[in-house]
């Protein structure tokens, strides 16, 4: 008995003089742990959309304030100008000598959407052209309307003016593209002969989102 007592103490005095160290147990490795790094890939950068300009006002409903001496607005969007001379083209003058009707006028046409935008806004002009006007777009055709262009025949930047025979035209190229309403409309404020302004042709170029494919 005194020696398993003797045997028991020095076991006790052994663990007091030499603690225990905690021992961590490594886990382990997985082999997709161990397969070396995939190399990273060459991604080529992604191209942007091409976006096709046309015109969007072709076939339109236009409208205008006055009703003039000649054809209607509805003239000015059709797919291809008429050779009427008299029939093909809307005119704000009061008589067949094509004496002006006081006041400014305008004509006005209805994209049937409200997330167009402008590239490229050209008028047809008659002999009888503007030589001051203003480019504006508005949600409803009783306005607010938002100014997009003042344009001035003889200065303003960006527009070619060609005149051939009895048609004088201005081709106005935007920078950037021009936000337009559902709405958009030529404001003649100036005349540059002393005749009603005439136009053939009022045409509207860009994109035009599908209002259907919008999330509301």
């Known amino acids: 008995m005194a020696a398993i007592s003797i045997r028991m103490l020095s076991i006790a005095g052994f663990f007091e003089q030499r603690p225990l160290t905690s021992i961590r147990l490594k886990a382990p ?3 997709e742990m161990i397969r070396p790094a995939t190399p990273a890939r060459n991604l080529a950068p992604s191209t942007p959309p091409v976006v096709e ?11 205008s304030d006055v009703l003039g ?16 001379w008299l029939k093909d083209r809307w005119q704000a003058a009061k008589n067949m000598q094509g004496s002006p009707i006081p006041g400014e006028h305008w004509l006005c ?12 806004v050209e008028l047809d002009f008659e002999a009888a052209y503007a030589k001051s006007y ?11 309307w938002h100014p997009l262009a003042e344009v001035e025949a003889c200065c303003t930047k960006n ?3 060609n005149t ?14 021009w936000r337009a309403r559902r709405f958009v409309r030529a404001r003649f404020t100036k005349l540059g002969t002393n005749w009603g302004v005439s136009v053939f042709r009022f045409r509207l170029f860009g994109t035009a ?6 999330e509301k």
Request: charged share 30%; proline share 5%; net charge negative.
């Open 29 to 31: 490795l997985r082999e």
């Open 53 to 63: 300009v046309v015109e969007l006002s072709e076939g339109k409903d236009a409208s």
């Open 69 to 84: 001496n000649l054809a209607p607005a509805s003239v000015v969007t059709r797919k291809a100008p008429g050779k009427d």
């Open 109 to 120: 046409i209805d994209l049937e959407n409200e997330r167009s935008q402008l590239n490229i």
């Open 134 to 144: 203003v480019l504006e777009t508005a949600s409803s055709k009783e306005g607010p």
């Open 159 to 161: 527009l070619k003016v």
């Open 164 to 177: 051939t025979g009895q048609h004088v035209v201005h081709k106005l190229s935007t920078s950037e593209p």
């Open 209 to 214: 989102r599908d209002d259907r494919q919008i």
